[in-house]
């Protein structure tokens, strides 16, 4: 059963994730009771007091705390007894990874969207809004959870030609249902997907439609000066002899603990704001 906000159980969890940020047990305390047990508020209030601590000099166990170290490839802090992932592409610490233990070793506990995150970088403005995104209506519909229509997202042409391009991807094997983790089986999806690149250069046409609405995201406003991410890759999809969508979680980010942090960075419940981009042509 979910949590009742303001239970016992809901302020226990938001103590917890703003102790794994880094933040001491006494001093989250306060700040919750501060903020009426808001945890946004008391993150807000804990971020204003350590910003002075920053500009004071640090101590050598500062110092040690900061430092980073490499841990199966992935960057480190220590941090008491936790293990603190941190993204160099955005200059922050991401969520905790795993612990020490009393004997020196380590406990690290990643899974693929850990994986995903420490890939994930702001996305790429254009110098102009794109052509058609009104984006203040965009702004309004996210504010109030609901979805909102990109009209004239992409001409026929376009479409056309991103479709002969997954025609071709799904001749070499590379656009599959085989490739989504709920298929047929579970929940009757039938599409088939391809996970592509947003960094590569082909396909040309795919790209080129992933690159306009990540310069569109781009735009958009994120309260505390935060944003929206973009991850490594993009998923394209097609649907067509009889193959169908159904409502799935292979895409999702699973794990309450980065829900929460994903928070943090943003300012917000950006909850499944934070999938990766999907393309679909029907």
């Known amino acids: 059963e979910a949590e009742e906000e303001g239970s016992p159980e809901a302020q226990?969890?938001?103590?917890?994730?703003?102790?794994?940020?880094?933040?001491?047990?006494?001093?989250?305390?306060?700040a919750l009771a501060e903020a009426g047990g808001n945890p946004d508020e008391a993150l807000s209030t804990l971020r204003?007091?350590?910003?002075?601590?920053?500009?004071?000099?640090?101590?050598?166990?500062?110092?040690?705390?900061?430092?980073t170290f490499e841990v199966e490839g992935l960057p480190c802090r220590a941090v008491g007894s936790r293990l603190i992932l941190h993204l160099p592409r955005l200059g922050v610490d991401g969520p905790p990874v795993g612990k020490t233990r009393k004997d020196g070793s380590m406990l690290l506990e990643v899974d693929e969207w850990i994986r995903e995150l420490f890939d994930a970088a702001p996305p790429r403005a254009e110098p102009s809004s794109p052509d058609g995104f009104d984006v203040s209506a965009a702004v309004e519909a996210l504010s109030a959870?609901?979805?909102w229509l990109w009209q004239g997202f992409a001409t026929q042409q376009e479409v056309?030609?991103?479709?002969?391009?997954?025609?071709?991807?799904?001749?070499?094997?590379?656009?599959?249902?085989?490739?989504?983790?709920?298929?047929?089986?579970?929940?009757?999806r039938s599409d088939r997907v391809a996970f592509l690149e947003l960094d590569d250069d082909k396909p040309q046409h795919c790209l080129r439609l992933f690159r306009r609405m990540e310069a569109a995201v781009a735009t958009l406003p994120w309260s505390e000066g935060?944003?929206?991410l973009r991850p490594k890759f993009g998923m394209a999809a097609v649907y067509d002899k009889g193959g169908s969508?159904?409502?799935?979680?292979?895409?999702?980010?699973?794990?309450q603990s980065l829900r929460q942090w994903v928070r943090q960075l943003s300012g917000s419940h950006c909850g499944d704001l934070c999938q990766s981009y999907r393309l679909r042509v029907r």
């Open 12 to 30: 226990d969890s938001d103590a917890q994730w703003l102790e794994d940020m880094g933040f001491e047990e006494s001093d989250v305390a306060a």
């Open 48 to 67: 204003k007091r350590a910003a002075p601590a920053c500009n004071e000099a640090e101590s050598p166990e500062t110092k040690r705390s900061k430092a």
């Open 145 to 147: 959870e609901r979805p």
């Open 160 to 188: 056309m030609q991103a479709a002969a391009e997954l025609d071709g991807l799904r001749e070499r094997g590379v656009l599959k249902a085989a490739n989504a983790d709920t298929t047929g089986a579970q929940k009757a």
């Open 226 to 228: 935060g944003q929206l």
């Open 245 to 255: 969508y159904a409502p799935h979680r292979d895409n999702e980010r699973t794990g």
